[in-house]
């Protein structure tokens, strides 16, 4: 039996879906759940940085994960106050460092996130010089069990759609999993956790139901993870980038299908595809369609 994940959503939690009433393609009534989302205010040391929107279930793990993911934070820093306010929606993030958010927010650049985010800062900062371990490796025989782990979890996605995952993996086991409305936010929940629970990157797997985009893969080498895999596709410089630093890049996980476009040595091929079972097409063209409107 699989061990129980370190975080996970709660699909019964109630304040991440509404039970709603409509009409479907007969014209009976239905009634469906659909993903609740809500303006989350951050601010770091008193000045005002972004809103985004967001289903408000970890907004201490946000908050931290943006900055560090905009460069407004440091993985040396000392945060001596996370605070959160349910009643305004506001969290606040205090550091013993004085931070440089103002040159941050000079910068702007229009991401092409789910709701087109915009990401403040120099994204390509210190990216070049990124030093990712060449030991790391991926098993295909890893990769396999963890998309079917992945799959069947009890996730908001499953329950009410609209939602994007991403999970955190150790060899074949999922230790993290985080949704969003945004794949961005997904990720960076998982960055301010690590950056919480002081977790390092270096023999992590990263997994994605997002496209590999240039920030996509940005954030991953931001959180130090060599490994970056999705079930949708690439964009060309996501690909650039990930081969400019060499993280191993594998996206269209799909069943007993993948294609790796940078980082291939390390990954092992030791899976016998006998036994390796084709994605449902229920799951299939469910994760299809939400994949090419991501």
Known sequence: MDAKLLVQPDPADPRLTRRVTGLDHTGARIEASVTVERPLTLYLNGQEIVTMMTILDRPEDLALGYLLNQGMLRPDDRVTAVEYDDDLQVVVVRTERRTDFEEKLKKKTLTSGCAQGTAFGD???????????????????????????INTLPTLY?????????????????????????????????AGWMFRSGTLGGDKIFYTTGRLTSEMVIKT??????????????????????????????????????????????????????????????????????????
Request: with cysteine; hydrophobic share 40%.
């Open 221 to 294: 080498v931001r959180m130090g993870i060599p490994i970056l895999v999705s079930r949708s596709g690439f964009t060309a410089w996501g690909v650039e980038l990930a081969r400019e630093v060499g993280v191993t890049l594998i996206g269209r996980c799909k069943g007993k299908r993948f294609t790796a476009l940078s980082g291939e040595a390390r990954i092992v091929f030791d899976a016998d595809l006998t036994y390796v079972e084709e994605e449902s097409a229920k799951h299939w063209r469910k994760n299809s369609r939400e994949a090419e409107g991501a």
């Open 123 to 149: 994204l390509m900062e210190d990216f070049s010089a990124a030093r990712l371990p060449a030991s790391a490796e991926i098993r295909t025989s890893w990769l396999y069990r963890l998309l079917h782990r």
């Open 158 to 190: 499953l329950e009410a759609g609209a939602i994007h995952g991403c999970a955190l993996c150790e060899r074949d086991r999922p230790l993290v999993y985080m949704e969003d409305v945004g794949r961005h936010n997904a990720v960076d929940k998982i």
